[in-house]
Every structure is written in C-alpha cells, then in structure tokens.
C-alpha cells in the first residue's frame, strides 16, 4: 500500500506538519501507527478529502488548502473538453464518453486507460454529490498518459440516478467534472476549488442553462471572480 508521512501530507493540505499529527492523534484524519510513526494511506486520505466536500465544516477546511494557492477552473477547462450535450445514459457510458472528449484534446493519450482507471474509482466510493454534480477522477494521477492537467466537462441531457458514497442513497446526476491531474496537489487544490465554485449561489443553474462550452466558460469565469473578491 502507498504510504504518506506527516510531512506529505501536511503539504498536500498546505497545513502546518503538527497539524497533521494532532488530526491523526484525535482520529481525524485516517492514520496508523508503524514503526511509532504516523502514516496516512494515500488512497484514504484523497477519500477523507472528497468526503469534506459533503458538509460545510468540511467544506471550509478545504477552503483553507486553495486560499494562499489560487488555481483556475476556467484556465484548465479546454474549450474542446466541454461536451453539452454529453450524450451519454448511464454512469458506465458517461466515463467512457467524457473520457473520449478529454482525449480529443490532444492533452489525454489514452481514452480507454484513463476510462479503466475512473471507473476502478468509481467502484471503490462514488465521486457523485447531492448538489447533482459528479468530481470523476482516476485513483492516482496518470501521468503517463497526460501531457499536462486540465479538466473535461459533460452535461447530460437529463439527470440519472447514481448512488453517493458510503450510503445506501441516490442522487440525480447531470453535471461530470472530470479531473485530469498531474500530481497529488495539483488535484486536491482543484477538486477543492471545485467544491467552492458548485457552492455558489446559482452557479449550477447557470452552468445547466448554458447553450455552448463558450457560455460554459463565461458562467465558470464570472462565478471565480467572485470566489477572488
């Protein structure tokens, strides 16, 4: 298994190491012991993350790992990664055809790895929200196949149900971001500025209305210059 120590991990969250430490020390962050030190499995702690997104007190700590390092959602978002419709039913065939949006790019080398590597994901816990937004990404950064991070976006012409993580419920899912990292902290400081962009008022109607990935962009541009005011 891959392990994290206190001080990668307190650089992937941009936080003080002994902060770290006190979160494991209280169990608030998943961590055991080896060797008398503190360890963090890595695919735990992207977990632990993605599971703050769905609580405020959560979502205002993740606030905290973008504040001092502002990242662009519409910088990363490749106006040829937008699909709208995204013409696709199901969970399964939304991963795969959003994975060949991203790979029409010319930025993702392998549709069909980076589908296998998603949908691995998607087995282990659902990436899906209540809001009807979907943060799809692999388990790990496939850099092999990448030429540099962006993200692809897909909205389906109707919303289907997929189940949320760790619970025995659904959601109506139309919107899927899908994540293309490079590196552990070049994805968490997305996936955090994605959850406080979706938290904005009327954000995700406007995204829904959008009638081209132009106007796509436009509503993403105007709801990050607010998050910077």
């Given at each position: 298994?891959d392990?994290l120590?206190v ?23 998943p961590?055991?012991?080896i060797?008398?030190?503190w ?12 599971d ?16 001092h ?22 969970p ?14 010319g ?8 589908a296998k590597a ?5 087995e ?16 790990r950064?496939?850099t ?9 976006l897909?909205?389906?012409?109707k919303?289907f149900?997929?189940?949320l993580?760790d619970?025995?419920?659904y ?23 994605l ?7 009327d ?17 993403i541009r105007?709801?990050?210059?607010k998050?910077?005011?």
């Amino acid at each position: 298994m891959d392990y994290l120590d206190v001080n990668a991990v307190a650089n992937l969250l941009h936080v003080l190491p002994k902060q770290v430490q006190r979160w494991a020390e209280r169990g608030h962050i998943p961590a055991q012991k080896i060797n008398g030190e503190w360890r963090f499995a890595r695919a735990a702690v992207h977990q632990w993350i993605e599971d703050k997104l769905h609580d405020l007190e959560g979502q205002q700590q993740m606030d905290d790992v973008v504040k001092h390092h502002l990242v662009s959602v519409a910088e990363q978002l490749p106006i040829e990664a937008i699909a709208i419709p995204l013409n696709a039913r199901t969970p399964s065939s939304v991963i795969d055809e959003l994975s060949k949006v991203a790979a029409s790019t010319g930025l993702l080398w392998d549709a069909d790895e980076m589908a296998k590597a998603v949908r691995q994901r998607e087995e282990i816990a659902s990436t899906a929200l209540e809001c009807g937004v979907s943060l799809m990404h692999p388990r790990r950064p496939l850099t092999n196949y990448l030429a540099e991070p962006f993200i692809a976006l897909g909205i389906t012409p109707k919303p289907f149900p997929i189940k949320l993580a760790d619970e025995n419920d659904y959601c109506m899912v139309d919107v899927f971001f899908l994540l293309c990292s490079m590196d552990d902290v070049d994805h968490i400081r997305t996936l955090a500025r994605l959850g406080r962009l979706i938290r904005q008022p009327d954000f995700l109607s406007d995204l829904r209305s959008a009638q081209s990935p132009a106007e796509v962009l436009d509503v993403i541009r105007e709801a990050e210059s607010k998050i910077r005011q």
